[in-house]
């Protein structure tokens, strides 16, 4: 793959980052000046603690790919390190999902407590996109894995 392109990629990973992490920090500041409506707040809370519990795995998701970009970069794409990266990127694509399923019952108590029956939808989006995140991470370790296996038995035929 062309340098340049991994290049590119690398500094998509670190624009996908660099927002959540801004608004975390803004979302702190904005909270400890601002507390939400005591009517709400028991709802709230537990909505904005997930959503930042969430952010660890997605930070870590988006580190691993950047390893996972270093091994393009250094020709080692496939290999088994490119595996267990894939690997780590499903499992923190399903602690995301697993994260938002566990707000979803206080997003549906907003919902009600609002009237908003629309904010349920939005409340699964996150879980349904790391789930296909996380089956399409599964997919290309099974691919990869295969196709390291087929590769170290052809070296092993002479």
Request: glycine content about 4%; proline content about 5%; charged content about 10%.
């Amino acid at each position: 793959m062309n340098r340049g392109s991994t290049i590119f990629l690398k500094i998509a990973v670190f624009l996908m980052g660099l927002p959540v992490l801004a608004l975390c920090i803004y979302m702190v500041i904005y909270l400890s000046h601002n507390p939400a409506n005591p009517d709400y707040a028991h709802i709230l809370y537990p909505i904005v603690i997930g959503m930042f519990v969430a952010v660890i795995p997605y930070i870590a998701a988006l580190y691993q790919s950047f390893k996972l970009l270093g091994n393009i970069d250094k020709n080692q794409a496939f290999s088994q390190m490119s595996v267990d990266v894939l690997k780590k990127i499903k499992y923190c694509a399903l602690m995301i999902s697993v994260v938002y399923l566990i707000i979803l019952p206080f997003v549906f108590m907003l919902a009600q407590l609002d009237d908003a029956p629309g904010l349920v939808i939005i409340g699964m989006v996150p879980i349904f996109a790391a789930l296909v995140i996380a089956v399409f991470a599964a997919v290309l370790q099974r691919l990869l894995q295969e196709a390291i296996n087929i590769k170290s038995e052809n070296d092993l035929t002479v």
